[in-house]
């Protein structure tokens, strides 16, 4: 029972290490974060399981885990306002070409790091970007003036 509530505790903490981190950070991972990852994961596993090397304190931590991310799975598909808490809102980084400093600071966002994900996506000035969102997953997605300021607006679409 000992290693179910390591377990519990320590998928408490990774959880909020994880939201403190931002968005942005897992997605844009160097090789030297990569193995920090790695190295974190070996430190958990250390803290959950002590000195029982067994089959069985293994699998009660793996199960552990696996129980408390399907019980966050459930309440995110079940409430709305967990959703919004779990994953986090999906947030404005560029409207109607211009950055949205604020939003930028509170995700660590540099507008180099704008300016080279709209090059991904074909996009070769700010100007042409009516709206970039920071999406839940750390994804920026992006949407393309079409010429007339108002239609681009997800508020105020085209009439067909």
Request: glycine share 8%; net charge negative; hydrophobic share 50%.
């Given at each position: ?19 403190l981190m931002g968005k942005r950070e897992l997605g844009q991972m160097t090789p030297f974060e990569l193995v920090m990852l790695v190295v974190v994961g070996d430190l958990i596993q250390q803290g959950i399981t002590h000195n029982d090397f067994s089959l069985t304190g293994a699998t009660l931590a793996i199960a ?97």
């Amino acid at each position: 029972m000992d290693i179910v509530i390591r377990a519990t505790i320590m998928f408490a903490i990774l959880f909020a290490l994880l939201r403190l981190m931002g968005k942005r950070e897992l997605g844009q991972m160097t090789p030297f974060e990569l193995v920090m990852l790695v190295v974190v994961g070996d430190l958990i596993q250390q803290g959950i399981t002590h000195n029982d090397f067994s089959l069985t304190g293994a699998t009660l931590a793996i199960a552990t885990f696996a129980f408390w991310t399907v019980v966050l799975g459930w309440v995110v598909y079940l409430s709305p306002r967990a959703q919004r808490v779990v994953e986090g809102a999906p947030r404005v980084l560029v409207r109607d070409g211009e950055l949205v400093a604020a939003n930028l600071e509170r995700d660590r966002l540099t507008r180099a790091e704008i300016e080279s994900e709209m090059r991904l996506a074909g996009i070769a000035h700010l100007g042409e970007v009516a709206w970039a969102i920071l999406e839940p997953e750390g994804r920026i997605s992006f949407i393309k003036r079409d010429g007339d300021s108002d239609s681009s607006r997800p508020d105020n679409p085209k009439p067909s």
